[in-house]
């Protein structure tokens, strides 16, 4: 079992910055590839990025490429997404979680440990 814990969220100005962190917790965090997926009100959740297990392979959804960036410290057993330029559509819950894999991969079903998210408000 993995423990994941998401913090950083909140309320911001269109324009803002967030970070992310998310805290693992349970088996060898650098054993799990990892990646950020968000959910708005009335949408399904959807990817938002991903990291390798050694960081050297990344992956972002067209929508945030160039303003996020997903990192991580396997030192810290912490994954980290900041959040630049950030848009009123960028509103949501974001979700850190952990891979079947070790590597970097999109899509949902891929993922077994899920956070239990925070919300991300972007004002307009």
């Known amino acids: 079992q993995v423990q994941l814990v998401e913090s950083g969220g909140g309320l911001v100005q269109a324009g803002g910055s967030l970070r992310l962190s998310c805290a693992a917790s349970?088996?060898?965090?650098?054993?799990?590839?990892m990646g950020w997926f968000r959910q708005a009100p009335g949408k399904e959740r959807e990817f938002v990025a991903a990291?390798?297990?050694?960081?050297?392979?990344?992956y972002y959804a067209d929508s945030v490429k160039g303003r996020f960036t997903i990192s991580r410290d396997n030192a810290k057993n912490t994954l980290y997404l900041q959040m630049n330029s950030l848009k009123p559509e960028d509103t949501a819950v974001y979700y850190c979680?952990?891979?079947?894999?070790?590597?970097?991969?999109?899509?949902?079903?891929?993922?077994?440990?899920w956070g239990q998210g925070t919300q991300v408000t972007v004002s307009s």
């Open positions: 990291i390798s297990w050694g960081g050297l392979t990344t």
């Open positions: 979680a952990a891979a079947r894999s070790i590597m970097a991969v999109k899509g949902l079903s891929e993922y077994v440990y």
């Open positions: 349970g088996r060898t965090f650098s054993n799990y590839g």
